[in-house]
């Protein structure tokens, strides 16, 4: 599946941000192994499919979940070095200083239902639940990406389906619902585009079909202790229309 997107920056950290994932789209060309994730993936996904519900939501940085072997075999790292990044973690690769600092991080499949590091080729990488799910078949997004001054940046970049993206989320909320409100606006735009678009335009939906078996399991539970929890306002984010959120997670997930 092929979709177009247009986004524009707004200030120096989008900027950097768009330059990272131009970047990043030109070393992962042609490679079937790797998809752009976290922010950059959510905002490609709500610029692609419209809705009435999308919160604005910026990011500094472009993930990138990679394979195994890729890890193994170093290619990613020789390729982002070869451009002129450097790594100053195992997984993150930095560019220029900031506010125009570039930044690509790298992750990795967990081998459970947690985060936790892997060491892989000689370096230790981030390792994310559910990724795997993510290396389904993409969703291509070519992407315009407008800087201040009105230059056009042009990439094709491969994103997880909407229904990936959702188990992505779904677990990086249960990680880090403490600390930051981000992946419950993530979560409220990709559940906002899914209920406007159907299912068969975004890629496909399995999670209120029943009988879910490993992350999609996992995020099934997880999603339905978020509605919960909006009940209850626990999880209550200024942004998000708590309710209606609800209500989308009980619509589309098979308890």
């Excluded at 790292?77 to 930044?103: C, F, I, M, W």
């Excluded at 389906?161 to 992505?168: D, G, I, Q």
């Amino acid at each position: 599946m092929r979709k177009a997107a247009h986004t524009i920056a707004t200030g120096p950290e989008d900027e950097a941000a768009y330059r990272a994932l131009h970047d990043l789209a030109g070393i992962i060309e042609g490679c079937t192994d790797v998809r752009v994730i976290g922010g950059h993936m959510v905002g490609l996904l709500a610029a692609a499919f419209p809705s009435a519900g999308l919160i604005e939501r910026r990011t500094g940085d472009a993930d990138a979940g990679i394979s195994l072997e890729l890890a193994d075999d170093g290619t990613m790292h020789d390729a982002l070095t070869a451009a002129g990044y450097t790594a100053v973690h195992s997984n993150r690769y930095v560019k220029g200083e900031p506010p125009g600092e570039q930044v690509i991080d790298l992750l990795v499949p967990a081998f459970g239902g947690t985060f936790g590091d892997h060491a892989r080729g000689g370096r230790r990488f981030d390792a994310m639940p559910g990724l795997h799910v993510a290396f389904g078949e993409p969703i291509t997004i070519d992407a315009r990406l407008t800087l201040r001054d009105g230059q056009e940046l042009v990439c094709d970049v491969p994103v997880p389906t909407v229904e990936a993206a959702v188990v992505l989320k779904a677990y990086a909320w249960s990680d880090r619902r403490a600390q930051t409100p981000k992946d419950t606006i993530d979560l409220s735009n990709l559940f906002h585009i899914l209920d406007e678009h159907g299912a068969d335009v975004v890629g496909g939906w399995q999670m209120r079909d029943g009988h879910l078996l490993g992350a999609r399991r996992d995020a099934s539970r997880i999603l339905l202790d978020l509605a919960m929890q909006l009940r209850g306002r626990r999880a209550a984010v200024p942004a998000v229309d708590a309710r209606k959120l609800e209500v989308l997670i009980r619509r589309w997930v098979q308890p």
